[in-house]
């Protein structure tokens, strides 16, 4: 069996993105996470929250490890993983409520319009949208060290980097999904949460 996935930057931020959910997803019941990674906030969450149902999903590529961790926590209110490439198919189900975390700035921009796009199919009205990751604003980076990661980004894949707030805005506006709160976190990233119309 392999190595469970393990990304440390799960461990520091969680906490700060799970005060955000409780405030946000306080009238929530089915979550699906698109881009569960390695499964770390997933259990994390679904620990802390154990009223959610926790609805891991990502490539296929990803889901042993994101099993790894479900398997070895066995919650009740995290069901097996669903296979979910953003520009393919998506699940039938209907949820409350979609978080992610740290996948816009990897995906390319044609993908993140498909996340967008994808959304109308799996949400309800009201539902709630979080993005956790690092944004510019106004064309302009927060700090040195998303520059510096920025460029890393581009040099490893040329589509991705990290995106423009207000693009990344327009997009949830255009798809119906109305700003409702923008949270500074640690390391640079911010917590977008946005309200279906």
Avoid at 45 to 58: G, H, V, Y
């Amino acid at each position: 069996m392999e190595d469970k996935p393990h990304a440390p930057a799960c461990d520091r931020n969680r906490d700060p993105i799970l005060a955000v959910l409780r405030h946000h997803f306080a009238e929530v019941r089915r979550v699906l996470e698109i881009g569960s990674g390695t499964g770390q906030h997933a259990v994390y969450f679904a620990m802390k929250l154990p009223r959610l149902i926790w609805q891991c999903s990502d490539i296929a590529d990803r889901l042993p490890g994101i099993r790894q961790w479900l398997d070895e926590t066995d919650l009740p209110n995290t069901p097996p993983p669903l296979e979910l490439d953003v520009d393919g198919e998506w699940p039938a189900q209907r949820f409350d409520a979609v978080f992610s975390a740290n996948t816009l700035h990897i995906m390319g921009w044609a993908s993140v319009q498909a996340f967008f796009a994808g959304l109308g199919g799996v949400l309800g009205p009201r539902a709630s949208l979080i993005v956790y990751g690092p944004f510019n604003y106004e064309g302009r980076y927060t700090s040195e060290s998303n520059r510096e990661f920025d460029a890393w980004l581009k040099a490893r894949d040329p589509a991705s980097g990290i995106r423009d707030f207000e693009a990344v805005d327009a997009l949830a506006n255009a798809h119906g999904f109305l700003l409702i709160d923008d949270v500074a976190m640690p390391a640079n990233n911010r917590c977008l949460v946005w309200r279906k119309a």
